[in-house]
């Protein structure tokens, strides 16, 4: 079943789902050098013209988990190696790895591992973003100071919790990677600002409270 913001594109050997609750449009599917996806073709996006592993490739570059697949032999998406944060130029947290995120429903599989989290505060979807960022004149770079504290393993469940009218707090092995493309910071546990206002981006220093930031 499909509906505005649910549309299921159905294929012999594998299908696609998107999600329109998570999609931002950067264009990772569209810019594909295949005819998976093609803007003002119905339907647009066409399983059965590439194969699998085409299907799978392309669906995998989708940073917000708003596109997923469901393979006819059963197998399905695993989580990366490694758990990383990547604090994008001007816009939200992109996520990978074995995300846990809470209050992420079973209806949104994609989420499990790929996300992309809002961090300029106006999100009507939050946590995750939705572009309100553009409108309302967010500006960060993604640069990114400190170090943490090192790791001993690169991956492992990620679990992702944002707390209430306050940041998110991730808490197991992650990288952070700077807006820029350096690996930067590299620890287990990071509360994350959320409502924009923080002077010390990506992370929180409570800026919340005075910002009156709501979660809801």
Request: aromatic share 6%.
């Amino acid at each position: 079943m499909s509906d505005d913001t649910n549309v299921n594109y159905p294929g012999d050997e594998v299908s696609v789902k998107w999600d329109g609750r998570l999609c931002i449009h950067v264009g990772e599917c569209g810019r594909a050098d295949n005819e998976l996806f093609v803007g003002g073709r119905k339907p647009w996006c066409e399983p059965r013209l590439v194969s699998v592993e085409e299907v799978v490739e392309v669906i995998e570059r989708c940073p917000t988990g708003a596109l997923v697949y469901r393979r006819a032999d059963g197998e399905s998406e695993r989580a990366p190696v490694r758990n990383t944060v990547v604090v994008s130029n001007n816009g939200p947290l992109y996520l990978r790895g074995e995300l846990e995120i809470e209050g992420a429903g079973d209806d949104m599989p994609g989420v499990r591992f790929r996300a992309a989290l809002c961090r300029c505060g106006v999100s009507k979807n939050k946590p995750f973003c939705d572009n309100s960022h553009e409108g309302a004149g967010f500006v960060d770079r993604g640069a990114i100071g400190e170090r943490g504290d090192g790791l001993e393993a690169p991956g492992g469940p990620l679990k992702v919790q944002p707390m209430k009218d306050g940041p998110v707090v991730i808490s197991g092995n992650v990288e952070m990677v700077t807006g820029s493309g350096r690996v930067a910071w590299r620890g287990t546990k990071a509360a994350l600002c959320r409502c924009g206002a923080s002077d010390n981006k990506p992370f929180c220093d409570g800026s919340h409270r005075g910002a009156g930031f709501t979660s809801d």
